[in-house]
């Protein structure tokens, strides 16, 4: 079982940036594909970036393509998502997954997920 601790959410103005981490414990990180979904009031979960068990290559939803950047650190057991120019529309509960091996761009397709973390845009 992998454990994950999502932090770094809060709330931003329009244009702004965050940056959210997510650190793993208790299980082989680098043996994760990882990727952060989130969820709006009212709306299903969705899926936001993900990345490679080696951090090679990253894959995102339209989007957020261009603003936000998925990285891992295998060293230290954490994924990031740096997130900019933040609009109203990405406001959210953003939550970390994981899941052994494969890569997907559903849900349904990660057995490990943190607790979320809110981010707020202003506009």
């Known amino acids: 079982q992998v454990q994950l601790v999502e932090s770094g959410g809060g709330l931003v103005q329009a244009g702004g940036s965050l940056s959210l981490s997510c650190a793993a414990s208790g299980r082989t990180f680098s043996n994760y594909a990882m990727a952060w979904f989130r969820q709006a009031p009212g709306k299903e979960r969705e899926f936001v970036a993900a990345?490679?068990?080696?951090?090679?290559?990253?894959y995102y939803a339209d989007s957020v393509k261009g603003r936000f950047t998925i990285s891992r650190d295998n060293t230290k057991d954490t994924v990031t998502l740096q997130m900019n120019s933040l609009t109203p529309e990405d406001t959210a509960v953003y939550y970390c997954?994981?899941?052994?091996?494969?890569?997907?761009?559903?849900?349904?397709?990660?057995?490990?997920w943190g607790q979320g973390t809110q981010v707020t845009v202003s506009s």
């Open positions: 997954a994981a899941n052994y091996a494969a890569l997907a761009y559903t849900a349904t397709g990660y057995d490990h």
């Open positions: 990345i490679t068990r080696s951090g090679i290559s990253t």
